[in-house]
């Protein structure tokens, strides 16, 4: 008995200490899919990101500031740096030109300082140390301990209003300094005290965007007991108002209460009405842990638009970030009215849509804004909107818009495939016929070596720069507006745009086997080396450049010899050496070969084996370039971010397929990461990817039912996405060069 009593007394201890192990491990197991978001990741490396507050698309960035100048400081952080400047409200993710940090505020203690520091010494400045130890970031809030005055800054944020707390020490010398100078020039600035607890100004400079404006409200939770504003560095006696190119201000608080000082802050680019009525619908109360619950849970919604499972934690973790940086842009650029500033940059009112600004096309029209068309078709049809309304207002579509300017940074007219892409989907509820005469505005200019492609079937090397790279460019572009023009039966128009479509085969050399700089009488440019990267391509070489011909992959084909020579160009892409001639820029990056997956021009060629009958090599070179350029770390990204392309590749691929030719409905099959992956359409239906086995190793498709029916074909269609289901791929660890080996049905374009 006294043996049994003991086993008995064992036992319940045993299971007790499982119940709590199995407590506590729920208790640090992440519940919420924002619990898998880690904002930090890209901002190391060439990512550039940011890891501040802001909702899904949302107006308002809200993000440290820890670098003023260079290349790496595009999102105004580098996970490298040491020292924050401050807080600012808008902010750029991913891109490859600096701009924004717009409306700065800095909490200080004690003495007043308008410049942010004094060489290296940020005591006696208005910036601050920081530790990474003391620093955190989710979806929607951001908290940092500032070290030279122990102050606890936090952020969170509405669409239109970001959410500033800030803990003091005790003290009766709180302040928030207020930079309207901070980053960019600055042509024009305004501050105005409207009492102790409101301040409003607006704030016009010159970057990236030649004239960015934006106008604020900002609100302190307690009146301030003194206040001083600034003009040239120099405080203005008994100002309550002050306006110039270099204006600063500081608001001093007691805080020896020890409670929080908070500050509301609302952006506009219209008017100083729109923000203050942003502010007004947004934020009308000070409960800061209620906006940050309602933050987490707008990106808990956008999140479960695609449910994974998968024991592996790091995919995790990479996915739900892709799924993060993918929805940080574009950006709302309208506010609680309707209204917004146009291309003509007269202020207009959005009707029964939502007007938005950050277009980075060259870069989203590949896989974010297919992605999209998929898990936000109701989105997509509001920046097809915004597409119109500035082609009516501005005279043409976008090409890289940006608060209300066209920088015309990158080359093509790549809003055209993604009006196309969204048309042939399904997506309706905009007026194509407008679409199809804004295509051709873009497509019939001479600008930008347009002239000589259209006289000539190409641009020569003698026209304009990146020749060869917008020959290409434009030719898919082309081929495009035909397929609009076909749904819109204007044949004519069809067959003069698909005539262009094949004008990539006049820079094609039969000799070389690549895509080739051109002169104006036909000769090549020599001498030739496609390793080497010159003005004649885009961020990028000719090795790169010539698989680019998405709208006719079989004509290229054709063009290098058939099937087996293409299969065996593309080994020989990945196989031969990574080294670059030439004037080599960082974003050329994430070499296997020459192939760069840390530029956008390579993204779409591992699957180019599916057209051939070689799935099998597109699934392992697709795992690889999961494997070694996606970690979840500050410098897990290979290259800029890029406004969400660089997540959407890893996106669609970890579901296992790609969108290898915008404008068409095709999807090529590749290697699916997760056991099972499942995408909440808008219609109410699911479907549904499991992958049979998968692992690191089990890397390759051996059979495939959609269904419940065999699947041969190594592509789906996004019909058969749409109308729901489920596809079950069965994975192994060899290839399979039985599965899959009929070429993806794409026609030919003729001449």
Not at 9 to 18: G, P, Y
Not at 474 to 492: H, P, S, V
Not at 618 to 634: C, G, L, N, S
Not at 724 to 730: A, K, P, S
Request: proline share 5%; hydrophobic share 35%; aromatic share 12%.
């Amino acid at each position: 008995m006294k043996a049994k009593g003991r086993l008995f007394v064992v036992s319940c201890l045993l299971s007790f200490l499982l119940v709590a192990a199995i407590r506590a491990q729920r208790s640090v197991s992440p519940t919420r899919l924002t619990d898998y978001v880690d904002p930090f990741v890209g901002t190391g490396g060439h990512g550039h990101t940011y890891p501040g507050a802001v909702l899904p698309f949302g107006m308002v960035q809200l993000s440290p500031d820890t670098r003023l100048t260079g290349w790496d400081s595009c999102s105004g952080y580098h996970y490298s740096d040491d020292v924050i400047y401050g807080f600012s409200h808008t902010h750029l993710s991913g891109t490859g030109v600096p701009d924004y940090s717009d409306i700065l505020f800095a909490p200080t203690v004690g003495e007043i300082h308008l410049q942010a520091r004094d060489g290296e010494d940020t005591r006696r400045g208005y910036a601050s140390r920081f530790s990474h130890r003391n620093e955190t970031a989710r979806p929607g809030y951001y908290s940092v301990l500032l070290d030279d005055d122990k102050i606890k800054a936090e952020l969170t944020a509405t669409t239109r209003v970001g959410l500033h707390r800030y803990t003091f020490p005790r003290t009766d010398r709180a302040n928030i300094i207020v930079d309207l100078q901070h980053r960019d020039r600055v042509l024009d600035s305004s501050l105005r005290v409207v009492s102790q607890t409101r301040i409003e100004g607006y704030r016009r400079s010159q970057s990236w965007a030649r004239d960015q404006v934006v106008y604020f409200v900002a609100e302190f939770s307690r009146p301030f007991t003194e206040f001083g504003l600034a003009r040239d560095d120099r405080l203005i006696p008994n100002a309550r108002q002050a306006q110039g190119t270099n204006i600063k201000a500081f608001f001093r608080f007691d805080a020896r209460d020890g409670a929080p000082l908070l500050v509301r802050v609302a952006i506009s680019a219209v008017d100083l009405d729109g923000a203050r009525r942003n502010l007004a619908a947004e934020l009308p109360h000070w409960d800061f842990e209620r906006v940050r619950r309602e933050a987490d849970r707008a990106w808990e919604r956008e999140l479960s638009r695609i449910v994974v499972r998968t024991p592996n934690r790091d995919q995790l973790r990479n996915f739900y970030t892709a799924m993060y940086h993918l929805m940080l842009a574009p950006n709302v650029f309208a506010d609680v009215d309707g209204r917004y500033r146009g291309r003509d940059f007269k202020i207009h009112s959005a009707r029964d849509f939502t007007y938005y600004t950050v277009f980075s096309l060259w870069d989203t029209f590949r896989a974010a804004h297919p992605l999209l068309t998929i898990i936000d078709r109701q989105r997509t049809l509001d920046f097809i909107r915004t597409f119109l309304a500035q082609y009516e207002q501005g005279g043409r579509l976008p090409v890289w818009e940006l608060a209300a300017n066209e920088t015309n940074t990158m080359i093509g007219y790549h809003a055209v495939p993604v009006i196309v892409d969204a048309n042939v989907k399904g997506i309706t509820g905009f007026d194509r016929e407008l679409a199809l005469a804004a295509m051709q505005r873009s497509a019939e200019s001479d600008e930008r070596g347009l002239a000589g492609y259209k006289q000539r079937g190409y641009v020569a090397v003698e026209d304009d720069r990146e020749s060869v790279s917008k020959t290409l460019e434009y030719a898919y572009d082309d081929w495009c507006i035909a397929q609009m023009a076909r749904f819109l039966n204007k044949k004519e128009v069809e067959r003069r745009y698909l005539q262009r479509a094949t004008y990539y085969r006049n820079l094609f050399d039969r000799e070389t086997g690549f895509m080739r700089p051109r002169r104006r009488d036909g000769s090549w440019l020599a001498p030739f080396d496609p390793r080497e990267v010159s003005a004649h391509y885009t961020e990028a070489n000719a090795w790169q450049y010539t698989f680019f011909v998405p709208q006719d992959v079989n004509g290229l084909i054709d063009l290098m010899g058939g099937p087996k020579s293409f299969a065996h160009k593309l080994d020989e892409l990945f196989a031969t050496e990574s080294t670059l001639t030439g004037n080599v820029p960082p974003d050329i990056s994430g070499l296997i070969g020459q192939y760069a997956h840390g530029n956008e021009p390579s993204h779409h060629i591992a699957y180019l084996y599916n057209y051939v009958g070689q799935p099998w090599k597109a699934q392992e070179r697709v795992r690889q370039i999961m494997r070694d350029f996606y970690k979840p770390t500050p410098d897990g990204l290979i290259g800029n971010e890029d406004c969400g392309q660089m997540s959407a590749w890893y996106i669609f691929s970890a579901l296992g397929f790609y969108p290898v030719t915008p404008g068409t409905t095709l999807y090529a099959l590749g290697s699916p990461l997760f056991a099972e992956a499942t995408l909440n359409l808008e219609n109410g239906r699911r479907f549904t990817v499991r992958a049979q086995n998968a692992s690191d190793e089990k890397i390759y498709v051996q059979s495939a039912r959609l269904n419940g029916r065999r699947l041969d074909r190594s592509f789906i269609t996004h019909d058969e996405i749409m109308r729901g289901g489920t596809l079950v791929l069965v994975m192994g660890a060899r290839p399979s060069t039985r599965w899959g080996t009929v070429q993806v049905p794409t026609s030919r374009i003729e001449r």
